[in-house]
C-alpha cells in the first residue's frame, strides 16, 4: 500500500506517545530493523517517523537490507571536512546512495538553548556531503537529501523573539519573528539553496499530535512528491532493478 496522509497523520501522533502504530507499520519496524533503532537517536520518538519514510523504499521495490536504521547496520556516510557523519535513515543500493534522511525536533519551555545547535547541525551535515560529493566520494548518482523536522507547538514557540543588538544589524526578515516562522524560512533557504532536496516542517504537540504545516512548499505533500519523484528517477535508470 502506498504512503498515505494518514500515516503521517498517524506517525506523528505515535511521535508523542498518542498512538499505537498498526500491524502494517509494525511489520516494515521489523523488516528494517528500527526496533532498536532508538539507541542511535537517543531516543524511540523518530523511530516511527524512520518507519514512515522506510515504507516510500519498501513499496518501491528495494530490500529491506539497503534501507539502514539502525547503527549496527551501518549509518555513517563519507565527509569532506570528516572522515564520516552519521545520518538517521540512509538508502544505499548496488553502491548508489538513493536517499539520507536528518530527523531532528525542538521543543521546549526553552526554545532557544537548541535553537542554533538545530540550526548548525543542519547546514553542517549538508554542506559536508555535498563537498564530499563533489569530490567525487558518491560517484553513481548525484545524492538526494531529506530533512524532517518537529517543533513542539507551543507559546514559546509562537512568541516573537527579539534579535540582538549586534555588531551588525541582521536580515530584516528575521524581525518579530517566532521561533515557529524563523525555522519555516530556515527550511525554505535549506531547499532553496539546494543543501536538501526536501524538507517537511511541522509544529506539533502532545496534547494535540495533529500537524501543523506552515509553509505550503514544506508540507506533507511536498516532502512525499518529492521521495516519489526521486523513485522515479531511479526506476527510470533501471534502479533498483
Not at 511489520?27 to 539507541?39: D, L, P
Not at 515504507?55 to 555513517?76: C, D, H, M, T
Request: net charge neutral; charged share 25%.
Amino acid at each position: 500500500m502506498p504512503v498515505t496522509r494518514q500515516d503521517f497523520e498517524d506517525a506523528i501522533a505515535a511521535y508523542w506517545g498518542a498512538k499505537q502504530l498498526q500491524s502494517e507499520q509494525s511489520a516494515i519496524k521489523a523488516a528494517v530493523g528500527a526496533g532498536t533503532a532508538g539507541s542511535v537517536r537517543g531516543g524511540k520518538h523518530f523511530d516511527v517517523i524512520a518507519v514512515l519514510l522506510a515504507k516510500f523504499f519498501l513499496e518501491a521495490g528495494y530490500p529491506a537490507e539497503s534501507i539502514r536504521v539502525n547503527k549496527s547496520q551501518g549509518l555513517e556516510l563519507p565527509g569532506y571536512y570528516r572522515p564520516q557523519k552519521q545520518w538517521d535513515l540512509v538508502v544505499v543500493h548496488k553502491g548508489v546512495l538513493v536517499a539520507a534522511f536528518e530527523m531532528k525536533a525542538l521543543g521546549g519551555p526553552s526554545y532557544g538553548n537548541n535553537y542554533n545547535n538545530r540550526v548548525e547541525e543542519a547546514l553542517g551535515s549538508a554542506v559536508d556531503l555535498r563537498r564530499a560529493a563533489l569530490a567525487e566520494l558518491y560517484p553513481k548518482e548525484k545524492p538526494w537529501l531529506g530533512y524532517f523536522f518537529i517543533m513542539q507547538d507551543g507559546e514559546g514557540s509562537r512568541r516573537p523573539v527579539k534579535t540582538a543588538k549586534g555588531a551588525l544589524p541582521p536580515d530584516q526578515t528575521w524581525h518579530g519573528t517566532s521561533y515557529q516562522d524563523r525555522f519555516g524560512i530556515f527550511c525554505e533557504r535549506l531547499v532553496a539553496e539546494q543543501l536538501y532536496d526536501a524538507a517537511c516542517y511541522v509544529t506539533s504537540s502532545a496534547e494535540d499530535p495533529k500537524p501543523i504545516e506552515l509553509v505550503d512548499s514544506l508540507d506533507w505533500r511536498h516532502f512525499s512528491a518529492a521521495i516519489n519523484a526521486r523513485l522515479t528517477y531511479l526506476k527510470d535508470l533501471g534502479i533498483p532493478g
